[in-house]
């Protein structure tokens, strides 16, 4: 099918096509009503458009639950709109007219990939396609054998067919193909043996080894970055993000090009050392700190849902007690209910029944009322426990903080010291000879005008304190979100749990009562 016959005009995909299609999927006892109603297409997950003399992709975009797509045999020229399509495992493009392999990154679930029988030259553009367990792109144009070695990358394909292409002619195609694709199981329909992967890999472990030693320190990196990531996420959580080590104070100094120049003064480099030095000291108390409190929250919420959960075992044991010596008795009073007819007996066995039904609403009801006294009771514990951990923290955190601007305000006060010193000898040329050679001109230059550097200096530590002010407020906010939170999520957790209960024993307690009225044997 890939090329044009004159006598049939090419398509474009449109929604008539697609509802056709939809409605030929469809049971033939729904057929009808496909016909008469406008087919949800979220809910399709299936779709075969092959035969349809299709030249472009379009006007898939609302099929977003689609899994399996079938566009084999038409006049395709370009793989193009399938981007929303975000779910497919299952693509055929064969026996088409494509020409480039592209447009499929956003499809990272798809497993199964035909492009067999196209005009492709190039295998490219697939790194995304990591779900990839079966790839076919046999009679296409592949000239170039090394092109196959970028299929390397997914880690998921076993079986290949690349049968039909010009390279396939080529001396040792098959060796070459299994030493750099070494998790094939399958290639061109035929086993790999092991005899060939084995052979395969001695004839060409000269390429594969760098291959393998590059792909290694790949791997490293990118493990090393994701543990880097998850150890991120895990400060992220304690709310200590960034206050390990210097980062702090980096952030603080990064873009303070003044107080860098001015760190060419011996004293003020002196200074900064000594500040950064007691700096870096209060941010690895409060990055501690923060670590040493998230653990003892974990533990206190961890603690809470273990007693809540044993508290509703021994709730749930009584329960079945209780259910349990009244069905013993209950079934043989539903037989005789049943064998009795309508008789007086009968209705006395009734309504002794309905007593008893009554009876053991009262009971279940009972263990509700008490078991949920008991959790309101934890509930309130933890409450009080959560809130002297955050009233706690906040006032430790706030105490820190307090520290770090008193720091700040005194390495402040020591640098316009500094400054107005050197400025003061600088206008009566009392520096010696020897330092004043050693004095760098743009130092010089900032120092000339003394208004300026002191507005620069006072604008620079008012944005330090800002910023350590905004990485408190940030803390403050997170302490008092999950205070919030954990309460809340712990009484809303309770309030769900009780009305299902109640809901479960009203729906309990109206069976019996229609068993009472309708007995069965």
């Known amino acids: 099918m890939s090329q044009f016959f004159s006598n049939v005009e090419p398509n474009i995909i449109d929604d008539e096509m697609i509802q056709k299609a939809i409605e030929e999927k469809c049971p033939e006892d729904l057929g009808d009503l496909a016909r008469q109603q406008n087919t949800n297409v979220k809910v399709v997950t299936e779709l075969q458009l092959s035969f349809k003399s299709i030249l472009q992709i379009a006007n898939l975009w609302p099929l977003e639950n689609l899994t399996k797509l079938q566009l084999d045999n038409n006049f395709i020229e370009k793989i193009e709109g399938l981007e929303s399509l975000v779910h497919l495992v299952w693509l055929d493009l064969s026996f088409n007219n494509i020409e480039v392999i592209e447009g499929l990154d956003t499809l990272a679930k798809l497993q199964d990939l035909s492009l067999y029988s196209n005009r492709i030259s190039k295998i490219e553009h697939m790194d995304t396609l990591q779900e990839l367990q079966i790839f076919s792109i046999g009679r296409n144009n592949l000239t170039i054998l090394e092109d196959v070695v970028c299929l390397r990358r997914l880690k998921n394909l076993r079986t290949l067919n690349l049968s039909g292409n010009p390279f396939c002619s ?7 193909v299994v030493a750099h694709l070494p998790n094939l199981v399958y290639l061109d329909f035929k086993l ?12 060409y472990q000269d390429l594969t080894r760098p291959l393998e030693e590059e792909e290694a320190e790949v791997l490293a990196l990118q493990e090393k970055e994701e543990a880097k990531q998850k150890e991120l996420e895990y400060q992220q959580t304690a709310f200590v993000e960034y206050l390990n080590g210097s980062l702090l104070f980096d952030n603080l100094y990064g873009e303070d090009r003044e107080v860098a120049t001015l760190a060419s003064i011996p004293a003020v480099e002196d200074l900064l050392q000594a500040y950064k030095k007691e700096f870096v000291l209060l941010s690895e108390n409060l990055y501690n700190y923060g670590l040493e409190e998230y653990e003892k929250r974990e533990t206190e919420v961890s603690k809470f849902y273990k007693r809540f959960h044993e508290i509703l075992t021994v709730n749930q044991q009584e329960s079945k007690r209780i259910i349990s010596d009244f069905e013993s008795h209950n079934q043989r009073r539903l037989d005789e209910l049943y064998q009795a007819g309508s008789d007086d007996i009968a209705e006395s066995k009734r309504a002794q029944g309905k007593e008893d039904v009554h009876q053991l609403w009262d009971a279940l009801m009972t263990l509700e009322v008490l078991v949920s006294n008991d959790l309101e009771e934890l509930l309130q514990d933890f409450k009080r426990s959560i809130d002297v951990i955050a009233s706690t923290f906040i006032e430790t955190i706030q105490g820190m903080f307090s520290q770090c601007r008193d720091l700040e305000n005194e390495q402040h006060e020591k640098l316009m ?90 729906c309990f307690i109206n069976s019996l009562q229609k068993e009472l009225d309708n007995p069965v044997i």
């Open 192 to 203: 790999v043996r092991h005899s060939t992967r084995k052979a395969a890999a001695v004839k």
């Open 417 to 506: 010291e500094i400054i107005n010193a050197t400025m003061k000898k600088l206008e009566e040329e009392e520096f010696e000879e020897n330092l004043e050679d050693d004095l760098p001109d743009d130092v010089r230059k900032l120092l000339m005008d003394k208004n300026t550097i002191v507005n620069t200096i006072n604008m620079s530590h008012h944005i330090r304190l800002q910023k350590i002010d905004k990485r408190e407020s940030d803390m403050l906010c997170n302490i008092y979100k999950w205070q919030i939170s954990v309460t809340e999520k712990a009484f809303q957790t309770e309030s769900d749990r009780n009305r299902a209960s109640i809901k479960k024993i009203i």
């Open 170 to 176: 080529k001396e040792y195609y098959r060796l070459f």
